[in-house]
């Protein structure tokens, strides 16, 4: 029942959204490799230089205002990564200001309620809801923090689409909600390299050591075949260079200014691993990983997640002043 | 006087509790600092003697003090166990109270079965309570005496009954609650079950104290329990003493019947202060005020006394009956003399335990061509199915394993408190003197770096506080690599749950397969704190691929330096300098 709402709500949202856009604004900015369709909506805008509240509201209006993707009376979920015990400061979890402004921007979008959940790392999760900020800030602004880490709240699943990973107990949230919104923040991560979009699915399941052990680059590539997700925000004002995903220090994270939202997963990673190697050569710090060296970016692909071709894209790029 | 020592009573009670009860664990620090566990007997005697000055001995000397003035101030108003007997009682009474129900069967028989009368004292059991109690202390056999302590009984129960229960009821609540899509309840942190044995072991005690206090008042205070025993042997010398004044007693038996603590005679007109827990039951029953506090003054010989506590009652000639047992206790009573001989057998036998306990030898089991690593200064204590060189670690603050054994009273405190839940009684995991002592099980969950609430809780300084700054760098034991298990090698996969997982940048991912980007933990023995982290989180069963390691002294963890990476990433990349961010210019990298 839930399922069938939820994808009945998603080929509505599709087609509210095709039918609106026309009347969606343009702003004028400099934009560059014109592979920009005006005619098209936009699939994906990287923003840069400005906080990351600032640059959302930019980069939302360029992706035709929240309500492209949120109508009136739908349920949204929030999957930010909360996985760390860690100040906003250290870049582990999704900068809390950000979380703040989509939460009010969908509720401003007419959204019934916004909820948000991440299964943390370690079992203290109401601690980290509260230390990342993040609980303050979303309850501030009218949305619902909600347990990720009761195992009642995980329905068993199939993947059909699974290579590795066949089945996986999901969280309901991820099953129930009107539109889905992935609010990764990029880092370093000691095993994958680089974490964010993609990755954050780790949020979302029960068992990640299954993962952990059962090649967790494919599982990563399985389990984004079957989670719909109409939107990434994805953080990257703070990139943690090095000894991610915890993070030892914050001067490790410096301030990057940048920020991705898509409608691809895939695409989103692939340019935030590029931004990732830019921050990393600009501050002599961490290594300036190569796509190919995120394994789980080609597998994606390959399973039909997404693109890595970002030419392939109705892209823009928005610098602010 | 009854109403303000119930009130007050009352008040200590849920105080006490609310640690346990508290099983979202939402008590602010401040309130461990002045917690109310140190108002109790034992864990403050502990302290004292454990070298904490006299702060921490405050409640011992001041209970002695008192004792010795009014009576046993303690065992009415301070002590859990004492009190949870009296609320016990309270509802066991109830029908025969109660307006509607006093006169049903069900109301008499109550009434008629929780009648209490004048009992002799058993003083030989209550001197060998005390007795084996300051040997078991002396040995450093807390575990036991955990046992006897009606705080640390207490804390057993609800430890183990009630804040296990309390969670997983509020768990179901949860449940239940958000399958309709309300979020309000939310589940409580970790897994918070408790073992079988420990939980029967745990309900014995609620269900034998219960009994106890329902068949006769107040007997295991006058016999087992080595507070009463000592306090009582304080009373006897009180120099106020409550009495029944033979002017106004009619011996109508009213406050023989009340008293919960049998030490009332009333044809002989008599109270046994020693056993006396200070209800003042007594007190508000008698309709003539017959029950009265009586001046002693102090040094007066037991022959003045005695004829003292004659000229003010009338009956002398019951008095041998009277005095308490000890008359027929002093000295050339032969059966005192033997119980005198035989203490220093017992403690013969508790020396050769403890010899036992602390020269256990390491046992070195293997099932596999690799030796296993056992640093030099492992704990002795492993655990079966696990792997061999997987040994349990002291809790931070413990400062060395014989300190942790030697206090600990396993009054589960640390148990209720740890947010994660990974503090567990230990049934033999500790061997079988740990019993109830906490043990550190990482397959529940890690300890976290920055918390330190079960060192600020203990009430016997068996876990020191820590500062969070020294808990951060607390060193109490080494994360063991083997490479063997590790599923980078084993099948060639990216894992790093560990090197992601660990606070202190102990684990450093080194290049395994540079054309398949794999690469492998590597443990830096020095700067790991032995949080359990890693082993937590190692996806690999049966046995982890990274196990702690505990150490018997727990020290101070390097911190982690850039100089110490075996691994620098080929160098910063050729661009000789960083791609400056001019204003105006592209940001973007694609």
Redesign the interface.
């Given at each position: 029942m839930k399922r069938r709402s939820f994808i009945k709500a998603a080929a509505l949202g599709t087609a509210a959204a095709a039918v609106h856009w026309d009347g969606a604004l343009f702003a004028q900015s400099d934009e560059?490799k014109s592979a920009e369709n005006s005619s098209k909506p936009l699939d994906i805008v990287?923003i840069?230089?400005g906080t990351a509240a600032e640059m959302f509201e930019k980069g939302i209006a360029e992706m035709g205002g929240m309500g492209r993707f949120v109508k009136k009376g739908q349920t949204v979920v929030l999957k930010p990564n909360i996985g760390w015990?860690r100040t906003p400061d250290y870049g582990a979890n999704t900068d809390p200001d950000l979380m703040g402004i989509v939460t009010k921007y969908c509720l401003d979008a007419g959204a019934k309620e916004v909820l948000c959940f991440d299964n943390t790392?370690?079992?203290?999760?109401?601690?980290r809801y509260k230390v990342s900020g993040i609980k303050d800030a979303v309850e501030k602004n009218g949305g619902?923090m909600?347990?990720g880490?009761?195992e009642?709240?995980f329905e068993e699943q199939v993947i059909p689409k699974g290579v590795k990973l066949k089945k996986a107990k999901v969280h309901k949230l991820v099953l129930s909600a009107d539109v889905f919104i992935n609010m990764p923040v990029l880092k370093n991560?000691?095993?994958?390299?680089i974490t964010a979009a993609l990755k954050n699915s780790m949020g979302c399941i029960w068992d990640?050591?299954?993962?952990?052990?059962?090649?967790?680059?494919?599982c990563i590539a399985d389990f984004g075949t079957f989670w719909k997700t109409q939107l990434t925000i994805l953080d990257a004002y703070r990139v943690m260079l090095e000894?991610?995903?915890?993070g030892?220090d914050p001067k490790r994270a410096p301030v990057a200014k940048?920020q991705i939202i898509s409608t691809d997963m895939v695409a989103a990673d692939?340019?935030a691993t590029?931004?990732f190697?830019?921050v990393a050569?600009?501050?002599?710090m961490?290594?300036?990983y190569t796509t190919e060296?995120i394994?789980y970016l080609a597998l994606a692909e390959k399973a039909g997640v997404g693109t890595m071709d970002?030419t392939k894209l109705n892209m823009k790029?928005v610098?602010m002043a | 006087m009854r109403r303000v020592r119930i009130g007050f009573s009352l008040l200590v009670f849920l105080l006490l509790s609310a640690q346990f009860l508290d099983i979202?664990h939402r008590l602010p620090e401040s309130w461990y600092a002045l917690h109310p566990t140190q108002t109790q007997f034992i864990p403050s005697l502990l302290n004292f003697l454990g070298g904490g000055g006299v702060l921490a001995g405050a409640a011992f000397l001041t209970f002695t003090v008192t004792t010795f003035i009014f009576g046993r101030v303690y065992c009415s108003f301070f002590c859990p166990l004492g009190i949870g007997m009296d609320i016990v009682r309270w509802f066991a009474k109830f029908p025969a109270r109660n307006r509607f129900l006093k006169k049903s069967a069900l109301g008499r028989y109550c009434a008629r079965a929780l009648k209490l009368s004048w009992e002799r004292a058993w003083n030989k059991l209550r001197i060998a309570a005390v007795a084996f109690a300051a040997l078991l202390i002396a040995f450093g056999f807390t575990s036991l005496l955990g046992f006897l302590d009606p705080y640390s009984l207490f804390g057993k129960i609800f430890g183990l009954i009630v804040f296990p229960g309390l969670s997983l009821a509020n768990?179901e609540l949860?449940?239940f609650m958000?399958e309709r899509g309300v979020?309000t309840v939310?589940?409580v942190?970790?897994d918070v079950r408790v073992s079988l044995a420990l939980f029967g072991l745990a309900l014995f005690i609620l269900v034998g104290v219960s009994a106890l206090s329902i068949w006769r008042g107040r007997i295991y205070c006058n016999t087992l329990c080595p507070v009463g025993g000592f306090l009582g042997w304080v009373a006897r010398h009180s120099l106020f003493r409550l009495e029944l004044i033979p002017e106004s007693c009619g011996r109508c038996g009213l406050c023989e019947r009340e008293c919960k603590a049998q030490c009332i005679d009333a044809k002989n007109q008599k109270l046994d202060f020693s056993r006396c827990v200070l209800c003042f039951d007594c007190v508000r029953t008698c309709p003539r005020g017959g029950v009265q506090y009586v001046f002693h003054p102090p040094f007066a010989s037991r022959e003045k006394k005695a004829v003292s506590a004659g000229s003010t009652g009338a009956a002398l000639s019951s008095l041998p009956a009277a005095l308490p047992e000890a008359v027929q206790l002093l000295p050339g009573s032969m059966k005192r003399r033997e119980f005198v001989r035989s203490v220093p057998a017992f403690a013969a036998l508790l020396c050769t335990a403890a010899k036992l306990k602390e020269g256990q030898p390491l046992p070195a089991p293997t099932d596999s061509d690799v030796p296993y690593e056992i640093l030099p200064d492992a704990t002795p204590y492993w655990l079966r199915g696990e792997r061999p060189d997987k040994r349990l670690t002291v809790p931070p603050g413990g400062v060395d394993i014989k300190n942790f054994f030697n206090k600990c009273t396993g009054c589960q405190l640390c148990v209720s408190t740890c947010?994660?839940?990974i503090l567990k009684p230990s049934l033999t995991e500790w061997g079988l003197n740990g019993i109830m002592q906490p043990f550190m099980d990482f397959t529940k969950?890690?300890c976290?770096?920055?918390?330190r609430a079960c060192t600020l809780v203990c009430p016997v300084d068996a876990l020191h506080p820590l500062s969070v700054e020294e808990k951060k760098v607390e060193k109490i034991g080494t994360a063991i690599f083997r490479e063997d298990l590790c599923?980078v090698k084993t099948?060639e996969?990216?894992?790093?749950?560990c090197?992601?997982?660990?606070?202190v940048?102990a684990?450093e991912?080194l290049p395994y397969n540079v054309d398949k980007?794999l690469?492998i933990p590597h443990v830096h023995a020095e700067v790991c704190i032995g949080c359990g982290?890693c082993e937590h989180?190692c996806?690999?069963?049966p046995h982890k691929a990274l196990v702690v390691q505990g150490i018997n002294v727990i020290k101070k963890a390097k911190v982690?330096e850039e100089s110490m990476r075996l691994y620098q990433?080929?160098a910063?990349?050729v661009?000789a300098e960083?791609?400056?961010?001019v204003d105006g210019g592209?940001?973007?990298?694609?």
């Open positions: 560059k990287a840069h230089g015990d790392c370690g079992n203290d999760w109401e601690n619902k909600i347990p880490q009761t009642s709240l991560h000691s095993g994958t390299k990640r050591g299954f993962w952990h052990s059962n090649d967790l680059p494919q000894n991610g995903p915890r030892s940048y692939t340019a590029q931004i190697a830019q050569r600009q501050h002599n961490g290594k300036p060296e394994t970002l790029r610098a | 979202f768990n949860s449940n958000i979020y939310t589940a942190n970790g947010p994660m839940q969950g890690y976290v770096h920055e918390c599923v099948d996969t990216d894992c790093s749950a090197g992601e997982h660990c606070p940048t684990i991912m980007h690469y982290a989180v996806p690999v069963l982690f990433p080929a910063a990349p661009t960083p791609p400056p961010v592209d940001p973007f990298p694609f």
